[in-house]
Each structure stands twice: as C-alpha cells, then as structure tokens.
C-alpha cells in the first residue's frame, strides 16, 4: 500500500481564490510528522507546513493551512488567496517514528500540479 | 536565510562513468540526506547521514552508490559505474534534527544528473 496518496494530479484555481490539496496517509506508527514541500517549475523543493500527529491544532503559517484529520489519516493544503506564483507542484511527505526514533527519512507522494489562473 | 547548496546544477556523464554530486549543507544541520527524482515521478529516499555514518538507507543505494563528508562543510554523493536509469534529479538535504524533533528537512535546489 502506498504510504502517502495525493489523488489530484492537476488542480485549477482563480486567482485570490483559496484551493485544497488532497493528502491521505497510511502508517500504523503513533508518532509521525507529515510535510508539505513546492516545487516550482525552476526544480527546487520548498518546504512549507509542517503538522505533527500528535499536535493539538493544525497547522498555519501564513497563507497555508493543514487541515489535519487524524481518524481519516489525511493532511489536506489549503492555500488561500492564491497567487500566480502559487503555481507549482506540491507534494506530501511523511515522516514515521518521530518519538521513537524511528528514522529521518521523508517518503514522499506523487505530488499535485497546481496551476493559478487569472 | 542559511540555505543548501548543492553544485553542480547539471552533470552531463557517459554510461559506466563515475559522477560525484556535492552539496554543502546548512551549517549547524546534524543531518544530511540524498534523495533523487526521476522526470515526472515522485522524490525518493536514498540516504540519511549522521555522525559521520550512514543511520538508513533505501533499496535504491545498493554497491554502486557511496556517501561521504570529506570535511566539515561537503557532503557527497558518489555513483561509481552510472547506468542510464541513474539519470534523474538528486537532491541534498539537510536537517537539525534530534531523532525525536519535528523540524523539516531543508532541500537544495537538486543536481540533473544526464547519462548519456
């Protein structure tokens, strides 16, 4: 089974527009962290948010907020206000074990392409 | 901001030739990784590093691939004998990570690796 599914491969928003990210995850580990990176067509990996399993409130850092929902196993983007510079490939990435050593490594989805249109 | 580097940002390389990729971390980082990206698919794990050891690595860095801090600052990737699949885009990261924080991984901006 795939760790991290994002099953939008190409989304379209208007601009100023706020837009949803899908990501579901798959980990029987109670400790683990979930990413958001963006990756402009230039190639560079941004990170962006970050929500840990075991955080009370999701996540928000200025224009991008997690919605996180522990039962369903999904950490979902949203991104208000879009802006034309938000065009780019987003990607979900996990990380397990995190209070139990477990392991650095991000295992990553297939990512979703955002396209922001005036 | 501190960031990752990583040079070169292309490498152009014949079939069964050795590549070396270099990155320099952000400097008060414990952790450096490997990832690579193949044109249109997902980032996979390659290699974590700490301690001056590799701590994990996945099934994609088998005996034709070594890791290596030659100093305090450069963090390398080695393909010994490239085969074409190896063609992808590599990238460093590095994090200050304690096994048991939450901070991010911080990515370079990748290497394009070319066999030809």
């Known amino acids: 089974a795939q760790k991290i599914t994002q099953t939008q491969p190409g989304m379209f928003v208007q601009e100023k527009e706020a837009v949803t990210l899908d990501c579901t995850y798959d980990?029987?580990?109670?400790?683990?962290?979930l990413f958001w990176y963006k990756q402009p067509s230039s190639g560079e990996m941004i990170f962006l948010i970050y929500?840990?399993?075991?955080?009370?409130q999701n996540a928000t850092e200025g224009r991008y907020s997690l919605n996180f929902q522990k039962a369903r196993k999904s950490a979902n983007l949203v991104i208000s206000a879009s802006q034309l510079g938000d065009s780019a490939m987003y990607f979900c990435?996990?990380?397990?074990?995190?209070?139990?050593?477990?392991?650095?490594?991000?295992?990553f989805g297939t990512g979703t392409q955002l396209k922001v249109e005036l | 901001e501190p960031e990752v580097t990583q040079t070169p940002s292309h490498q152009v390389t014949q079939m069964g030739q050795e590549v070396i990729l270099r990155c320099v971390p952000i400097?008060?980082?414990?952790?450096f990784y490997w990832y690579r990206q193949i044109l249109g698919q997902k980032v996979e794990f390659l290699v974590s590093?700490?301690?001056?050891?590799?701590?994990?690595k996945s099934e994609i860095f088998d005996d034709q691939f070594s890791v290596e801090r030659p100093d305090g600052s450069n963090f390398t990737l080695k393909i010994r004998s490239t085969k074409l699949e190896d063609s992808a885009m590599y990238f460093c990261?590095?994090?200050?990570?304690?096994?048991?924080?939450?901070?991010?991984?911080?990515f370079g901006d990748g290497t394009r690796l070319s066999i030809l």
């Open positions: 990261a590095s994090s200050e990570d304690h096994p048991y924080s939450n901070q991010p991984q911080h």
């Open positions: 980990t029987s580990d109670p400790s683990y962290g």
């Open positions: 929500q840990g399993s075991y955080d009370q």
């Open positions: 990435a996990m990380r397990e074990g995190i209070l139990t050593g477990g392991g650095n490594k991000l295992t």
């Open positions: 400097s008060n980082h414990l952790y």
């Open positions: 590093f700490y301690n001056n050891e590799i701590s994990e």
